[in-house]
C-alpha cells in the first residue's frame, strides 16, 4: 500500500493525499460507508459506486464472522466477491461490536469470550485469531484487535486497558507478518491508539504505534461520549506523534463537523454510520444544516429534498415526499435518506480535498462548521 | 380513454392491447405493482421506470387518505406530482382495506364508518366522497366502492352484499359523472363485479355492471381463500359477458400461473402485492419455478440470483448473497427480491403479450403454467 500526499494546508494539519491499495486508489480525507453485515444498509452497490462515490466502504468483522460465518465467506472467495463490490474494503476487529453487542463477555490476557447476539452461540476472539479471519474476509485493510475504553473510563482502567490492547497489537503483527493473503492481493494491518481522555496516555500510546511503522495508523476509543474538544485535545497529542507520511484513520467518527475539524487535525479517513442510521430515523445532513424529517414543518414543503445536493434523490423527490415516508415507515424513505447522506458525506470530503489543494481549506471549514450544525 | 384490441388468441379467450390514458399508454395484459402508500416498497420510481419497466402502478386510497392525507395531497398537486411519477395510476376505493385493516367498522346503506389503523381516529367512506377523494389523488383509473365478500360466504349474505355494491356504484357513477378532474387531466371509473363464488350472482353482478358501459370493468372478491378453480369458475362467467371491447381488470391477483390463466379467460390487467411482500420474505418467481431464499441449499450457491432474469440485480447478485441478506433481515435483501420479482411480472405479462400476437400462446402458457409452480 502506498500512500502520497499532494498538498498541506498551511493554517492548519490538513492534508490530501492518495492511498493505492490492490482495489484501486482512495483520494484523501476519504469517509467511508459502513457495510455492516456485507451491506451498506437501504442502498445497492451500484449506487454506492454511481450515486455515492464511495471509495472505499467498511465491513464489521464480528457481524460477517457471526452471518454468514468464514465457511461461506472463504467459498465466496472473500467479502469482495461476496457481495461483489470491486473497490477497497476495510474491517475492523470486532473487538467494538463484542463490547457494544455481544452478551457475557469475559476479556482475559488471551483474547475475548463472548456470545452471539444472534443465537447465543459462545465465540472467542484472539488478536491472532481475527487476523485469520480478516484473511478470510480479504479486507484491503485490517484492523488490530484492541479493547475500546468506554467514557468515562478511570486512568486505572484506562492505562491498563491500553497494556493489553498493546500486548494484542504485538501478537496480531506477528501473526499477520507471518500469514499470507488467500486470494493473492496485498491486504494491510492497521494498528490502533487507545489511552481514552488522559493526555500521558494517549502520547504513549501513539509512541507505541509509531514504533512499529505500519502502512497506515488508527485512532480508537474517541467519540465515546466524551465532550468534542476533548476528542479534539487527544487527537491534536495523537497525530503529531503518529508518522506524517502514513494514513490516519479516525474510527467511528462522526458529524459532518467532526469531520471537517479532524481533517483540520490531520486526520486522513473517517467511518460512521450516521449517515445511513440518523438517515433512516429522518435526520437529513445538507450543506445548510441538519433537516429532521419529522418536523411538522416538512409535511407539506413541495421543494426538492436538496437544491444544493448531489445525488439524483435530492432533486428526484420533494422534502414533503421524503417526510410522508418516514413518517409511515416505508423502506424507501430510509432508501432515500441514505443515499442522500451518504452522498452529502461524500460530497464534504471531496470539497474538503478541494479546498485543501487550493489552499483554502481553513476558512472555508470553520464557515461549513457553523453552517452544518445549524437545525433547519 | 381508449383501449384497442390488436391481437386475439384463437385458443383462449387471451388478447393484446393497448389502453390510452392521460399519462400514457399501457400495453396490455398488464401488471400493476403495488404502490401502497405513494411507493412501490423498497422500490425507487426510477428503478420502476428504467429496470421493472412498470406501465402502471397501483394506489391505495385508504392508506393515502389516511396519510399523508388529503390536504397535502392537494397541495402537492395529485399522487403523481407528489411521489414525480410520469405514467398511469390506478387506485382502489379503499374498501378493501376498511374490511382488512381497519377496526370497528360498521357498514349501513349510507357507507362505512371505520377507525383508523394508525391512530384509531374516526372516518367515514361514501360510495360518493371516495370519488371525491380519488378526484384528489388524481389516478387516472379510479374504482367503486365495493363490498369484498370474505370465503366462504353464504349464499343470503353474497346476495345482499352484492345488491348493497350495486346501490353503491349507482351513486358513485352519479357522483363522478358530475364532478371534474382537479388537475385537468382525464380520470376514468371502474365499476366492479362482485357476487362471491355464486355462479347466479356473479351472472347478475357482470349483467348489472355491464350496463353501465364505462370504459372498464373490474372483478373484484376472488382470491380470498376459494379454490383456484372456483376463482377460474367465475371469472370465465363474467368474462362471457363483461363487454368485450373494454379492459377487465381482475383485482388482487395473484400468482405468475394465476396471471397467465387469467390472460387466457380474458382479463387485461392486475394487481397483487405478492412480487413485493412475498420478496421481503425471501420468496423469489422465476420462470422456472419458485425460490425460497431461506432454504439452507442457498446459502453457498453463488451462482446468479437468476440467470435467465431481465432485471440488473438478477446477474449483480448471488443466491448465496442474497439468502444471507435474507436471513440478516437488511433492507438490500428485500430491495433485491422486489426488483427481481417486480420485474419478472412484468417480463411474464410481455411475454404473454408477444405470444398472443404471435399465436402461440395457449401452448406456451401451458408450458409456463407448470413451470412456475415447480419448487426449486
Redesign the interface.
Known amino acids: 500500500m502506498k500512500f502520497e500526499i499532494s498538498h498541506l494546508d498551511k493554517q492548519s494539519k490538513a492534508r490530501r493525499g492518495k492511498l493505492t491499495t490492490a482495489h484501486g486508489d482512495i483520494e484523501t480525507p476519504i469517509f467511508m460507508p459502513v457495510g455492516t ?10 449506487e454506492l459506486i454511481d450515486d455515492i462515490e464511495a471509495q472505499i466502504i467498511l465491513g464489521n468483522t464480528y ?1 460477517l464472522y457471526l ?2 460465518g468464514m ?2 465467506m472463504k ?2 472467495g472473500g467479502l469482495h ?4 463490490w470491486p473497490n477497497p474494503i476495510l474491517t475492523d476487529s470486532g473487538g467494538y461490536q463484542v463490547f457494544s453487542l455481544s452478551a457475557n463477555r469475559k476479556l482475559s490476557e488471551k483474547g475475548v469470550m463472548f456470545q452471539s447476539h444472534i443465537d447465543g452461540s459462545r465465540h472467542f476472539f484472539t488478536p491472532e485469531n481475527v487476523v485469520d479471519t480478516q484473511r478470510i474476509i480479504g479486507s484491503d485493510i485490517m484492523m488490530a484487535l484492541d479493547e475500546c475504553t468506554p467514557y468515562p473510563c478511570d486512568y486505572k482502567y484506562a492505562e491498563k486497558s491500553m497494556h493489553l490492547t498493546h500486548q494484542w497489537l504485538k501478537r496480531g503483527i506477528e501473526h499477520f507478518d507471518k500469514t499470507e493473503p488467500h486470494y493473492g492481493f496485498e491486504q494491510n494491518y492497521f494498528p490502533i491508539v487507545q489511552g481514552s481522555v488522559f493526555k500521558d496516555l494517549r502520547m504513549k500510546s501513539a509512541e507505541y504505534i509509531a514504533g512499529f511503522n505500519r502502512a497506515g495508523n488508527a485512532i480508537g476509543g474517541l467519540s465515546v461520549g466524551e465532550p468534542v474538544e476533548m476528542m479534539y485535545e487527544m487527537l491534536e497529542i495523537v497525530n503529531n506523534i503518529l508518522p506524517h507520511d502514513k494514513p490516519r484513520y479516525l474510527m467511528g467518527v462522526g458529524t459532518p463537523a467532526n469531520i471537517l475539524d479532524g481533517i483540520a487535525l490531520g486526520v486522513d479517513i473517517f467511518d460512521c454510520v450516521m449517515p445511513t442510521r440518523n438517515g433512516r430515523n429522518g435526520m437529513l445532513f445538507t450543506k445548510k444544516g441538519i433537516i429532521n424529517m419529522k418536523n411538522e414543518k416538512w ?2 414543503d ?1 421543494s426538492p429534498i436538496d437544491p444544493d445536493g448531489t445525488s ?1 434523490v435530492d432533486q ?3 422534502k ?2 421524503l417526510s ?2 418516514v ?2 415507515k ?7 435518506a441514505s443515499i442522500h447522506n451518504l452522498r452529502f458525506y461524500l460530497w464534504l470530503v471531496n470539497e474538503a480535498r478541494n479546498k485543501i489543494e487550493e489552499g483554502t481549506f481553513t476558512i472555508w471549514k470553520n464557515q461549513m462548521v457553523k453552517e452544518l450544525t445549524n437545525r433547519l
Not at 37 to 46: D, E, F, L, M, T
Not at 330 to 336: C, S, V
Open positions: 453485515a456485507g451491506s451498506v444498509k437501504g442502498v445497492h452497490q451500484k457481524h452471518r454468514p465457511e461461506i467459498q465466496a466477491q461476496f457481495i461483489n409535511k407539506n413541495f439524483f428526484y423527490y420533494s414533503a415526499y410522508h415516508l413518517r409511515a416505508e423502506i424507501l424513505g430510509a432508501q432515500i
